[in-house]
C-alpha cells in the first residue's frame, strides 16, 4: 500500500506570493490533517478534512486554507506569504480521526519564504 | 504556551544508557500517542496509550500513561544510535478529536 505523498518535497518563495500544497493518502483513508512544524513552536495543527468537510480548524489566521477533493486528496493554500511561514508542512491521513486511529504521516513540504 | 510540554527538550547520551522523555499537561486526555521523526521525513507513530495507568512495552521501549490520563513517559532501555532521532506526544482531548502534539524531545545516542 503506497504511503500518504506530498507535493512539492520543497519550495522555495518570497514575501507576498501565495503557494499550494498537495496531500496524497492512503487508498482508503477519508481524513486529511495538515500541520505546521517549526523549531520554535514544535507541530502546530492547521486543519482537518474529512469527506470534503473541515470538521477541525487550528488557531491560525485567514491566509491559511485548505481544501478536500472526492478523492480525499487534500490541498493546502497559503496566501501574502510572510517570513514567519517558512516551515515543514506535515499532511496526515487516517481511516477516521479518533483516538484510536493511527495517523500516517507525509514526508513534508518545507517551505521557506524569502 | 503549549497543551503538552515534554522534557527534556534535548538529549544526548552514550549507547547502553537508559534514559526517560515526560509529556505532561494539566488537561486530561482520551488517549495519547508517541512517534518518532527522522530528519527528513514524517513522524512515525510508536505507540497509543488510552487507559489510565497502562504500560506498553515495544521492545526496549516502555509507554506509560499517567493514571489521571495528564501526562505519559517514555523510557529507552539500553539505548542504541539507531534510537535517535526527535521523539512526540500528541494526545487527542476528551472534549474533540483534534490531535495536540508535545513539545518534542531531540535524542542523539553516541556510539
Redesign the interface.
Known sequence: KAG?TQTPRYLIKTRGQQVTLSCSPISGHRSV?W?QQTPGQ????LF?YFSETQ??K?NFPGRFSGRQFSNSRSEMNVSTLELGDSALY?C?SSLD????N???????TRLTVL | T?LLEQSPQFLSIQEGENLTVYCNSSSVF??L?W?RQEP??????LV?V?TGGEVKKLKRLTFQFGDARKDSSLHITAAQPGDTGLY?C?G?RNT?????????TSLTVIP
Open positions: 500518504v490533517s500541520y514544535g507541530l502546530q495543527f482537518e470538521r477541525n487550528g506535515l496526515a480521526v479518533s483516538s484510536y493511527e495517523q500516517f504521516f507525509g514526508p513534508g | 503549549q482520551s488517549s500517542q512517534y527528513g521525513e514524517g513522524p512515525v507513530l497509543t488510552v512526540l500528541a487527542v474533540g478529536n483534534q490531535f495536540y502534539f508535545g513539545t518534542g
